[in-house]
């Protein structure tokens, strides 16, 4: 899916970092680098997985690309345009090409809305619709993601997970967008559920020619889901390539262990178990030299004040150890 066009999305250094306040004053004596130094760039169509265990900063990363963090550095492109230091007014339109999945939408509904009328309203703020045309585009929506037209009318209690996932995805493509964060919009779900919502989103994509930046945790899916692979350890990218890459030949120590803990082994590659040492270090310590080494079964003395440099080991495959 790769190709020599201008990236959708490109991501230059990008870093979020949350201030630690202390003393009397509340002054900052510190900062949280929940995403550091992460450039990579997302091509029309495709879909680029970000995994990492929780707090590797990778839904911090979804959330500052689509402008509801606010970035610390770096920079964020969106069709060739840097989009980071937009105002709200200005960031507005590019909003609409962007949206986003949770995990949990039942989470941003309101319980006494009819789920009609809470779809209705992306087309009142961002359209100047009348209201039996909203209603004819809501239930071209509902359509669209499986469910019904007696659906308009049901409450956000009377849908189970799957079907309030495909709420949640008729939410984000009601503008058109060209990309959508899909932030663990499956993982909540039981496995048969989840295929289901896993078919409806490639469906959707190749309808709509859509790109998607799905961030998970879970390996096994994202296999399944993704033509390319961002592995993130410590808000830093650990190393990226194709699936195939990142999946028949990882390099990474981090990407083995993340590989080897998967319960359904991938099919061809022998399970020989790469076990982290200790707990991941808070983001608010970052250790010197390489953030894997405090947990590397491979860490070196250079490990511990070098940072291992970001390198294309083969083409389209990149990693950050020293070891590789
Ligand atoms: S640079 Fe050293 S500590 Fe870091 S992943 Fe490679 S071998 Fe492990």
Known sequence: MLTDSTPLLETNKLKKYYPIKGGLFKKTIGNVKA???????????????????????????????????????????????????????????????????????????????????????????????????????????????????????????????????????????????????????????????????????????????????????????????CDRVLVMYLGTMVELGSSEQIYRNPLHPYTKALLSAIPRPVPGRKKNRVKMQGDIPSASNYPNGCPFHTRCPLAQDRCRTIVPEWREVEEGHFVACHEV
């Open 35 to 225: 995403v550091q130094n992460v450039s990579f760039q997302i091509y029309e169509g495709e879909t680029l997985g970000v995994v990492g265990e929780s707090g590797c900063g990778k839904s911090t990363l979804g959330r500052t690309i689509l402008g509801l963090e606010k970035s610390t550095g770096g920079s964020i492109s969106f069709r060739g345009k840097t989009i980071h230091h937009l105002s709200e007014s200005k960031l507005k339109k590019f909003k609409k090409d962007m949206q986003m999945v949770f995990q949990d939408p039942f989470a941003s509904l309101n319980p006494r809305q009819r789920i009609g009328d809470a779809l209705e309203e992306v087309f009142v703020i961002h359209t100047n619709l009348n209201k039996s045309e909203r209603k004819k585009r809501v239930l071209l929506l509902l359509k669209e993601v499986g469910l019904k037209e007696e659906h308009y009318r049901r409450y956000p209690h009377e849908f189970s997970g799957g079907q309030r996932q495909r709420i949640g995805i008729a939410r984000a493509i009601a503008l058109n967008p060209s990309l959508i964060v899909c932030d663990e919009a499956v993982s909540a779900l039981d496995v048969s559920v989840q295929a289901q919502v896993i078919k409806l989103l490639k469906d959707l994509q190749e309808k709509y020619k859509l790109t998607y930046m799905f961030i998970s945790h879970d390996l096994g899916v994202v296999k399944h889901m």
